[in-house]
């Protein structure tokens, strides 16, 4: 599961045709940006039913792709950050890096009913590079807003 260097500009691009594929609903493309298996953290809830609930892994496509309303019309960006740069570790006087940096990134994203927002979610996607591309190897969700007609999901 080694990774290989890449610039935030790639890493950027990399989620920019994510959601491309996602709002087109083309399965197939979609498919192509993840590495199974795909370990995702549930956002936890005030219900204590859900207290403990280990991480769901995902071994098949069919999992990851999200049930989203019938309102549902496409999700658009925010923000992409891109984690494993310099600002976010700098090795102390002395030593030095001698692997990739994991790429990570942590995205904010708008969902849309037509031209009216119902849905945001803020994710922290962390990446591996495999067979010669990068995929999403684990997703946390990090916060969830909604509008009122929304319920929250984990």
Known sequence: MSSRAAGPDELRDFYERY?????????????????LPVTIMP?????????????VMATEMTQLWPTLPGRWTQ??????RVIADGDAFQPRD??????????????????????QPY??????YVLTHEH???GIKAMVPL????????TPRP
């Open 19 to 35: 959601i491309a594929a996602f709002n087109a609903r083309d399965t197939a493309a979609f498919a192509d940006f993840f590495h």
């Open 43 to 55: 956002l936890g809830a005030d219900d204590e039913r859900q207290a403990g609930r280990p991480p």
């Open 75 to 80: 999700s658009t960006i925010d923000e992409i």
């Open 94 to 115: 002395g030593l030095a890096e001698v692997r990739d940096r994991r790429p990570v990134l942590q995205v904010t994203v708008t969902r849309w009913a037509g031209d």
């Open 119 to 124: 849905e945001q979610v803020h994710v922290l």
């Open 132 to 134: 010669g591309r990068f």
């Open 143 to 150: 916060a969830m807003a909604h509008d009122a007609e929304g």
